[in-house]
Nanobody
């Protein structure tokens, strides 16, 4: 069982930046993928960014060029750097680590972007 603890959410004005962190209780080096998702009320959770064990990244079209996902295997931590934030980025953000058929989720952190 892997525990994930997120930090870095908050309130920011449009155009600003935030950096999310997701610290895992165990090694993430062998994880098949690590990623960030977000969810707004009444909508399904959606992929924001993902990075595979091999380093391949994938981003939602809405965040390409603004968000950057990275992983530090030595610190067992996944990061999401969010720049040029827009009001439509307002959501609860979750990190996820996938190991074989198991998915582990963080507790979620609120990001609110004011216009």
């Amino acid at each position: 069982q892997v525990q994930l603890v997120e930090s870095g959410g908050g309130l920011v004005q449009a155009g600003g930046s935030l950096r999310h962190s997701c610290a895992a209780s165990g090694s993430i080096a062998s994880a098949d993928s690590v990623g960030w998702y977000r969810q707004t009320p009444g909508k399904q959770r959606e992929l924001v960014a993902e990075i595979t064990r091999g380093g391949t990244t994938d981003y939602a079209d809405s965040v390409k060029g603004r968000f950057t996902i990275s992983r530090d295997n030595d610190k067992n931590t996944v990061y999401l750097q969010m720049n040029s934030l827009k009001p439509e980025d307002t959501a609860v953000y979750y990190c996820k680590i996938s190991v074989f058929i198991a998915n582990y989720w963080g507790q979620g952190t609120q990001v609110t972007v004011s216009s």
